[in-house]
């Protein structure tokens, strides 16, 4: 009951802290003070307060993307364990609700940008849809490979502290660094998507919110936040899948693994430039054949 | 007791229609039709739900003065399961049918086509009740038949009379190659009516050989690539009812041959279930590729269903597998989840198909490229399709997520084991998420390009009339009930998994698992987890909508600074679509027209691209083409000379004299 609490808890408030940790690195690295950690918290507060413009014409699909965007994650992080704590809803078969949980947003985040009739953001629709099918086996392999290392069937199991670096380290660590890109595709950072620029030809997920504004963006923004954390909490059992022995210290490894991979992010975003588009789909596609690669080491 | 329901059910469906001939006022043969088309369904429908509570298998034996035939009918949980969404479908897409396909547009056809739609719904039970192998053929070539005079029930379109043609040459392939199968049948076990075959049988040439027809002949209904070249047009050129009937039950009968004669199988080898699971896979993963690519709005469902069929076998491939290795739970994941989405596709495709059709009667084009923010013209409309495209990109909470999640459950569960055999099932898994992702993007684009947004170019209005004609009960009615459908078999789940076990029991006799369905796979929490998502979803709807409450005014769209925006400038549902199009070009082979924009400040261009049916194209043509040149080759014997035709008996007798 206590661990479901603080899964709660850590879920609903943690989200906006990490794009705060990742600007902050971001700006150590460009030598600036850069805003600060809890900027995240304080846009929510402002966007939430404000009052807002509907694009003429727009159904009630343009206010379904950012609900479905935060209802959806938040769902999905039930789902997931974080550190050593088991997920709250654990069944066989739930890392396909996670996956489909993710899906049902991005339906209606990209629906909400076609509502708005703007060719920039159809444009940022059509390429969010198009990149996530080629991240969706990505994620999938992964699964596979390590519902073959675990022999379970639910994320809490496949998940769980287990010998699988002992036993299986080398495909744990193509899984790995496929699911590594698959973060950073999914929620479009560098080197797949600028979240700074404004440019929006070359945008993906910024330029489908272009129209959104006051407590939706704000909702938008949420949401982003919530399943960067998700994501990253996922990545993150599969590198440290290891449980202390006191359950209050692994709350505590789990808030450092966390901010620890939003850091990662954020040496990532300094240190690379953005590919080019048509570049994309390539990087893509070779994540899904380094987890198939994870995969076929475990043939037996 | 359910049997005679349902047969009494089709045969009021059946004879519905029949006064409508006859009658020379229209209108009462449409309310005798419609009439006799819900009584019967309501009749069939319980019979199939009696059938499938129950699992009490009823069967009917009557002597038939024909030699080898027999009334032979019997309804089991497996029937039932077919049955019971062919019920549903048929009367929603009657209802709708009956306004939108109308007397008054249609005076000549709609009598007509209301028989023929009766008589198909009646023919489609028939052939899913049949245990003897004539009535079984007799029943399938009535479904045929009728359905071809749907396809053309416009009888002024001539895309439809090309449709219909190349519809009546594949489906009688397909009979063709079910007479064959059926011969080899009867040879093999020895009766006339469809009974176990003996032990042994399918690992023999005669086995493959029957194997193989099955495949042909029940694949052809079923528009399994590459056999679904008739699927796209016919689709198409049909009036929507006609396409929600045709790809929401009547391709199943394919299916269901396929499961009936698998079941019938004591010993089905391995082999058998890998050329399920690859067709499966390759009509699922292709099927939703050249559904991108397509531009008219039918079309690009009818596409939807050759994914949706690839689904639907790649369940029974993972199911007739396990029966292979002598894995009973796989058996019953994946016939369970083949089995549920063969109900799941007969529901959401339907009110998809009705959807699109009032879309595309009110936008006066079936181009989703000239549609275009027809929510505010068809809100309702508009919303149940969203309820449709959710349910077939198979996303919670919606059902199509619950039978797709059972087909996934079983791939994993076969991934995990140990073997070569299990690595093939794990490609299944990504293989089914990519078809997912993209079914995703499809429809997105679909819903995208039609309803939302704002109307590109001005559409010519349809038959004079105004463009916001209403949303009259007969249409929203039919959409409302299947979404229902959707909505309750996605949220309860578990209320039809005793059905399905029972169903999955009957296709895969043998072991019985360890564990019953409810064990292994628990759609009681899937359902629970749907809910949530409703409830999450509903809760953050109200906090927004409290907060938007203060101040909201409407503005334009922001377009980048540009000054004058139009509703031109919006993406196209060909644009949306290209990166992955791209991806498959290989198999797509999309012809593209004029050239993309090479220097600055063009003065026009025009650029078009179109993806046709690579297999119609490029190797049915072309080999019916090299066929028909043969053929007149031989013309030169055939040229109106009597004398040379009598030189030519002579000449064949003297040749016999010389052989004695």
Not at chain 1, 15 to 41: D, H, S
Not at chain 2, 277 to 305: C, I, M, Y
Request: glycine share 10%; charged share 10%; aromatic share 8%.
């Amino acid at each position: 009951m206590i661990d479901t609490l603080v899964h709660l808890a850590l879920v609903l408030a943690l989200p906006p802290l990490l794009t705060g940790v990742i600007a902050k690195t971001k700006a150590a690295f460009a030598g600036r003070n850069g805003p600060p950690l809890l900027q995240g918290y304080y846009d929510l507060a402002k966007l939430l307060r404000k009052g807002s413009i509907l694009p003429a014409g727009s159904t009630w699909v343009f206010l379904a993307g950012p609900v479905a965007g935060v209802a959806a994650p938040l769902l999905a992080s039930l789902l997931l364990p974080f550190g050593g704590h088991e997920a709250p809803l654990s069944f066989a078969g739930d890392m396909i609700l996670f996956a489909y949980l993710f899906a049902l947003a991005r339906f209606f985040t990209a629906s909400a940008a076609l509502d708005t009739g703007s060719a920039f953001e159809g444009m940022g629709a059509a390429r969010e849809v198009a990149f996530s099918a080629l991240a969706e086996p990505a994620l999938f392999f992964g699964f596979v490979a390590l519902a073959r290392i675990s022999g379970s069937l639910s994320l809490s199991g496949m998940l769980g502290s287990g010998p699988g670096w002992v036993t299986a380290g080398a495909p744990l660590v193509l899984v790995a660094a496929s699911w590594a890109v698959v973060l950073l595709a999914e929620n479009c950072r560098i080197p797949f998507d600028d979240p700074n620029t404004h440019l929006a030809l070359t945008m993906i997920h910024e330029v489908m919110v272009l129209d959104h504004g006051g407590p939706a963006f704000g909702l938008v923004l949420y949401g982003a936040a919530v399943k960067l954390f998700v994501l990253s909490a996922l990545f993150l059992r599969v590198v440290f899948p290891f449980n202390a022995t006191d359950p209050n210290l692994d709350w505590l490894a789990f808030v450092a693994g966390v901010l620890l991979v939003a850091i990662g992010i954020g040496v990532v975003e300094s240190v690379m430039a953005r590919l080019k588009l048509v570049k994309v789909p390539q990087l893509l596609v070779g994540a899904c054949l380094l987890s198939a690669f994870g995969m076929l080491l475990l043939a037996r | 007791m359910s049997l005679l329901l349902v047969l009494g059910g089709a045969l009021l469906c059946a004879a519905g229609g029949v006064p409508g001939l006859l009658l020379r006022r229209a209108e009462t043969g449409r309310r005798l039709a419609l009439a006799g088309s819900l009584a019967g369904s309501l009749l069939g429908l319980a019979g199939a739900a009696l059938a499938a509570v129950t699992g009490t298998v009823e069967t009917i034996q009557r002597s038939w003065p024909l030699p080898g035939a027999a009334f032979h009918v019997s309804l089991d949980a497996l029937s039932a399961l077919f049955l019971a969404p062919l019920f549903l479908a048929s009367a929603a897409a009657a209802v709708s049918g009956a306004r939108s396909f109308g007397d008054e547009a249609h005076p000549d056809d709609a009598p007509r086509t209301r028989f023929f739609f009766g008589l198909s719904t009646g023919a489609i039970a028939l052939v899913l009740v049949a245990r003897n192998l004539l009535l079984f053929l007799a029943a399938w070539e009535v479904m045929a038949l009728a359905a071809f005079f749907l396809v053309t029930a416009d009888r002024e379109s001539r895309e439809a009379r090309d449709a219909g043609r190349l519809y009546l040459f594949a489906t009688h392939v397909s009979t063709l190659v079910l007479f064959g199968f059926f011969a080899l049948f009867r040879s093999a076990s020895g009766s006339t009516e469809l009974v176990p075959l003996p032990a042994g049988v399918a690992g023999s040439d005669a086995g493959t050989a029957l194997f193989v027809l099955c495949l042909l002949g029940f694949g052809l209904k079923a528009g399994l690539l590459p056999l679904h070249i008739w699927l796209p047009p016919a689709h198409a050129a049909a009036p929507a009812h006609v396409s929600a009937l045709m790809s929401g039950v009547l391709i199943k009968t394919g299916i269901y041959g396929i499961v009936r004669f698998t079941s019938l199988v004591p010993d089905p080898p391995a082999s058998w279930g890998d050329a399920l699971f690859l067709l499966g896979a390759a009509s699922a993963v292709l099927g939703v590729a050249f559904a991108l690519g397509q531009h008219d709005l039918k079309r690009l469902l009818a596409w939807h269903s050759v994914e949706n069929i690839g689904i639907i076998v790649l369940g029974l491939g993972v199911g007739l597998g396990g029966r292979a290795a002598g894995r009973p739970e796989w058996a019953l994941l994946g016939f369970a989840g083949g089995l549920f989405h063969v109900v799941n596709h007969g529901l959401f495709k339907p009110l998809l198909f009705l959807g699109a059709g009032e879309a595309a009667h009110v936008a006066g084009t079936r181009d989703m490229d000239r549609m275009g923010g027809l929510a505010r013209v068809l809100p309702k409309t508009a919303l149940l399709f969203v309820a449709g495209a959710v349910a077939i990109s198979g996303l919670p909470p919606l059902n199509g997520f619950a039978s797709e999640w059972l087909v996934y459950l079983g791939l994993f569960d076969r991934a995990r084991a140990t073997g070569a055999d299990a690595l093939r099932a794990a490609f299944g898994v990504p293989a089914l998420a990519l078809t997912g992702a993209l079914a995703l993007a499809c429809f997105v684009k679909a819903h995208g390009a039609v309803f939302l947004g704002n109307a590109r170019g001005e559409a010519p209005q349809p038959h004079g009339q105004p463009a916001s004609h209403g949303e009259p009960p007969a249409h929203v009615g039919p959409m409302a009930l299947l979404a229902a459908a959707c909505a309750l078999l996605g949220l309860l789940p578990a209320v039809v998994a005793p059905a399905l076990a029972r169903a999955a029991a009957v296709a895969a006799p043998g072991p019985v698992p360890a564990k019953p369905l409810a064990e292994l796979a628990s759609l009681g929490t899937v359902g629970v987890a749907a809910l949530a998502v409703v409830l999450l979803v509903a809760a953050v709807a109200l906090l927004l909508r409290r907060r938007l409450a203060a101040e909201t005014t409407a503005g334009p769209t922001w377009d980048c600074g540009y000054a004058s925006p139009t509703a031109r400038m919006q993406y196209t549902a060909s644009s949306f679509a290209r990166g992955p199009v791209g991806w498959f070009g290989w198999a797509l082979r999309p012809r593209l027209k004029g050239a993309p924009v090479a220097k600055l400040f063009p003065a026009s261009a025009r650029f078009e691209s179109h993806v046709l049916d690579t297999v119609l194209d490029r190797a049915v043509v072309p080999v019916f083409r090299a066929g028909a040149w043969l053929a007149r080759q031989g013309r030169v014997l055939q040229h109106g000379k009597m004398q040379l035709y009598l030189l030519y008996v002579v000449a064949t007798l003297v040749a016999l004299l010389f052989q004695v």
